[in-house]
């Protein structure tokens, strides 16, 4: 695709939505930054998106270790200002099995990579953003950060709190020419690869082309696909117990297997 951003960094490249974007992404000219822990799926990711003629550079690291993150965003933005910063590295959650309560632990596991990730990868970048006076930040949240799924309380509070944070941050930024755009995904089975696969599947292949496509066109709110997250905006504003009947009912099928 042509692009209007020739400088981004993405982290959680390595497999997924995170490698469909950059392959969607890469193109002649365009630097890109992938972040990832898979250094093997990260270097197989870089090949494809150097064949499409864009300059790469990976960095292996924890979105939970802030200093490194920090380090890698620095040099690449010194080198090539940033112009698209996509906080995409997470983990998804699964809906508990009926009767059992989340593991403990899991909501602070969720949190920390998925909101203090998010937040580790964005407050680097964001104040060079505003002195350049240009720039789009865009947060990762969920269809499940629209509307809370029964059973996945850990995970739905992650992508409630990425939702907040870049709902917040867009009004704020109204005005300094850096855009926000929080981004809403409905669920797509993770694939079966090893170590080293860098296949994309066609439904992350065509839900990366739409969000591809709105982040070019400097949209604030990106929900895939549209129709779900309307109904699921709907039901938020019934009754509760009906509420969380219908979403249950309407995740069914939708959503991984309960872990036994
Ligand atoms: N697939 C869905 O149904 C769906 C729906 C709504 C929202 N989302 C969100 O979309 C984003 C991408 O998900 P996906 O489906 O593409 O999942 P995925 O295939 O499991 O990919 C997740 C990516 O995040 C990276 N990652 C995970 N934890 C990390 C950490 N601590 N430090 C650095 N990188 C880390 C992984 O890198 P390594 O493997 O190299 O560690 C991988 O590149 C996530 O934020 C997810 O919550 C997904």
Redesign the pocket.
């Known amino acids: 695709m042509r692009t209007a951003y020739r400088s981004i960094a993405l ?9 469909a974007l950059a392959i969607e992404f890469a193109g002649p000219d365009v630097n890109l930054l992938l ?4 250094s093997q ?2 270097l197989a990711v870089a090949e494809e998106c150097r064949l499409k003629g864009a300059l790469v550079r990976i960095r292996v ?4 270790d802030r200093t490194a993150l920090e380090e890698a965003l620095w040099s690449f933005d010194q080198d090539t200002p940033i112009e698209l910063l996509v906080a ?5 959650g699964w809906p508990t099995p009926a009767g059992q309560l989340e593991p403990e632990g899991e909501t602070r596991r969720l949190m920390d ?2 909101y203090l ?1 998010m937040l580790n990868t964005i407050e680097p970048v964001l104040p060079r953003m505003v002195r350049r006076g240009r720039g789009r930040v865009a947060v ?5 950060g629209l509307r809370a799924v029964p059973r996945m309380p850990g ?1 739905s509070a992650s ?1 409630y709190a990425v939702r907040g944070y870049g709902v917040a941050l867009r009004g704020m930024l109204a005005g300094t020419g850096v855009g926000v755009s929080v981004v ?8 079966e690869v090893s170590d080293t696969e860098t296949e994309v599947g066609p439904a ?1 292949e065509r839900v990366a082309r739409v969000i591809s496509h709105h982040l070019v066109a400097g949209r604030s709110s990106i929900a895939v696909p549209f129709f779900t997250a309307a109904i699921l905006a709907v039901t938020g504003l019934l009754p509760a117990a009906l509420s969380d009947r219908i979403v249950t009912w309407f995740a069914k099928g939708r959503l991984p297997t309960p872990r036994p």
Do not use: E
Request: proline letters at 5%; charged letters at 15%.
């Open positions: 982290t959680g490249a390595s497999s997924g939505l995170g490698r972040i990832g822990r898979n799926r990260l690291l924890d979105v939970r995409n590295a997470g983990v998804s990579i998925n990730g990762i949240s969920a269809l499940a995970y992508k809403y995904p409905g669920f797509v089975a993770p694939q992350f």
